[in-house]
């Protein structure tokens, strides 16, 4: 059953037992439930590289990187604290309790006010139920940028009492802890495949690496190559980025993380797929079987060294490659020669090879498993939130 307004007036689909019978939850208009003070604007020239106070942007506001700041002393409403709930209303917009010192906050956030008789943690989850609900609506939130102070105070939502109101926050919150923590675990896999990679890999400079697996300590040297000496084909394909149909037989690689399908195939057998430009460049595909590509997709095929051995290679130095080769424009981009004339430095031995592949794939099978756990998280979070919260839709209520 889904939430909704019926006799019983405005109640959630799911509600916890003790409150199954505490009446219906009042309508009010966010304006009402909370102040939405403004920033301070800031041109570019006035932010500073050192000041007394930190300058709190939307492009850290989830990130808690790259920051400015500011000697102004401001009146008292331009500062947030530890325990402040934010909001930024452009980019990537959305709620967010702030955790860190005084700053000042920048004008494309609020800091919010809970009014008396609403709980902070339940209106920062009202906040962020209404903020997926928006940008589900548009375009899953690329068809918006921004909210007006206007708007988001006009917004209506369901407010029970303050005690089902601390449930209900502290059951998500509880549920965030888990994401986090899960998040935290993903983080802590991925640290460690990247310093394992800086192990299994000669430094620059170097012939072999600083970790070696017992059996091939005496090995000997890694042998430079070419990349374009171990692949022997390196093709693009023909097809433009949006030729991917619904329901396709063959799958379709473009420069995203995700393959589409098509119903043509124009390659065929092991490959690796390579994004050629966009914002993940350089992002590789491993895929065996019948497949189609877009124009700006590096295919590399016909392999004269181990395949998941290469993958890793890639995934270890393609990157500083890139940086060093790739073209800046509105759209950043490499070119054939970035792929072909890649130096490499390889085992001799075929099995030393395998060997460094099986222990990375290893590590990437934990990874995905447990991105897999932190996404199943976030979607049972969400279809939570989805019971939790009642639409409003025509309720007549509290103004």
């Not at 697996?213 to 023909?238: I, M, N």
Request: glycine fraction near 8%; charged fraction near 25%.
């Amino acid at each position: 059953m889904p939430s909704s307004v019926n006799k019983r007036g405005l109640v959630p689909a799911l509600r916890f037992p003790e409150f199954r019978d505490a009446g219906a939850w009042v309508r009010k208009k966010l304006g009402k439930a909370a102040i939405f003070y403004n920033g301070k604007a800031y041109s570019q020239e006035e932010l500073l590289e050192q000041g007394k106070y930190k300058v709190l942007r939307v492009g850290n506001f989830f990130t808690n990187n790259n920051w400015y700041y500011s000697d102004l002393e401001l009146e008292e409403t331009k500062y947030c604290d530890h325990g402040n709930l934010l909001y930024a209303w452009s980019a990537s917009f959305g709620p967010r309790i702030w955790e860190g010192g005084k700053v000042i906050y920048h004008y494309h956030i609020w800091k919010v006010v809970e009014q008396e008789g609403i709980n902070k943690a339940f209106l920062f989850a009202v906040l962020n139920s209404q903020t997926e609900r928006l940008k589900a609506q548009s375009a899953n939130g690329l068809g918006l940028m921004h909210i007006t102070k206007g708007a988001i105070e006009g917004w209506e939502c369901g407010f029970p009492s303050e005690d089902e109101q601390q449930k209900i926050a502290d059951c998500l919150t509880s549920i965030d802890e888990l994401i986090t923590a899960q998040s935290q675990k993903l983080d802590a896999l991925k640290t460690h495949k990247k310093g394992l990679m800086q192990q299994l890999f000669p430094a620059e400079g170097e012939t072999v690496p600083k970790r070696r697996f017992p059996e091939f300590q005496d090995a000997g040297e890694w042998e430079a190559k070419l990349l374009g000496e171990v692949v022997k084909s390196v093709k693009t394909g023909k097809l433009d980025a949006n030729a991917m149909v619904r329901n396709g037989q063959y799958r379709f690689y473009t420069c995203a993380k995700n393959y589409y399908q098509i119903d043509h195939y124009a390659f065929e057998g092991e490959a690796l797929l390579i994004a050629g430009n966009g914002a993940y460049l350089g992002y590789i595909h491993h895929f065996i079987g019948k497949f189609n590509a877009y124009q700006r997709t590096y295919v590399l095929q016909n392999f004269e060294t181990n395949v998941g051995f290469l993958k890793c290679l890639l995934d270890r130095y393609l990157p500083s490659r890139i940086l060093l080769e790739k073209k800046d424009g509105n759209t950043p981009y490499i070119v054939l020669s970035t792929i072909t004339e890649m130096p490499l430095l390889i085992p001799k031995n075929d099995e030393e090879q395998q060997k460094i592949a099986d222990c990375l794939a290893s590590v990437d099978t934990l990874i995905t498993a447990q991105a897999q756990k932190v996404e199943s998280l976030k979607t049972h979070k969400k279809g939570l939130m989805q019971q939790l919260f009642p639409s409003v839709g025509g309720v007549a209520g509290e103004a």
